[in-house]
């Protein structure tokens, strides 16, 4: 039986990535790199000096920076976007979230996070979610991103659950690799043309009932 749940951050409990995107827009700016939605969409879900090294390689620049100015460059995007994260407030939490966590808490159901963000415990604090989570799942300790198992591997293990009793939530198709490499139950949340791997997908959060999961489950 199920017994706990584990969330992606970033496009699942909030929409962070308008706020990345904006942070690494500048950047890009910066060092000349031209900006357009494609290369938003590619970085979600990826580590922050993943998402520079993509960011340069789209104008072979990947090589044109030392490892100190790059590790400048990534320090620079999290200020900017540091910025836009001390305005986020619970207004900011995705709809049919918070009533989402509230059944799940109210269940019984144990929850971790498994996003890629260091930045997480700062945004969950600021959309007032910081006490629902057990577990949080330590980017820094990961040897590997998603699509890689890794991360929602350690979601389940932190809960002390076996990846067969846990559901995974995503909105990318990376995290859901990541989720059924794992061994878990997949949520997709979003295109279903794109998250066609998930077990069961939602378009949007407002559809993340346990209801709607219970039916899903039985079909
Ligand atoms: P940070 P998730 C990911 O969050 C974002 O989708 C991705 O765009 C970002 O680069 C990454 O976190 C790292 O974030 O720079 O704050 O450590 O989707 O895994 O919740
Ligand atoms: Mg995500």
């Known amino acids: 039986a199920i017994k706990g749940f584990v969330f992606d951050l970033d496009g699942v409990i909030t929409d962070t990535s308008i706020f990345h995107s904006q942070a690494w827009h500048q950047v890009a700016d910066k060092v000349g790199v031209k900006w357009d939605d494609d290369l938003a969409d590619a970085l ?3 580590s922050r000096m993943d998402s520079l090294n993509l960011i340069l390689a789209r104008d072979h620049k990947e090589d044109a920076f030392s490892d100190a100015e790059k590790a400048a460059l ?11 994260v001390n305005q986020m407030t619970p207004a900011n939490i995705l ?5 989402f966590l509230d059944d799940l808490k109210a269940q019984g159901y144990l929850l971790s996070l ?8 700062l945004v969950l604090k600021h959309l007032g979610l910081g006490d629902y989570f057990t577990k949080s799942v330590d980017p820094a300790s990961l040897k590997h991103g998603k699509p890689d198992p890794e991360i929602f591997r350690r ?10 009793q846990c559901i995974g939530v995503e909105d990318a198709a990376a995290g859901v690799q990541s989720i059924n490499g794992a061994g878990e139950t997949s949520i997709g949340i979003g295109d ?10 939602f378009t949007d959060t407002t559809q993340l009932t346990l209801a709607n999961i219970e039916k899903a489950m039985t079909d």
């Open 192 to 201: 279903p043309k794109v998250l066609a791997a998930a077990d069961i997908n």
């Open 44 to 46: 979600k879900g990826i």
């Open 74 to 84: 990534a320090t620079e995007k999290n200020d900017n976007y540091l910025k836009l």
């Open 155 to 164: 979601g389940a293990e932190i809960l002390d659950l076996d990846p067969a």
């Open 95 to 99: 709809p049919g979230i918070q009533v």
């Open 114 to 121: 498994a996003s890629a963000s260091k930045n997480s415990p």
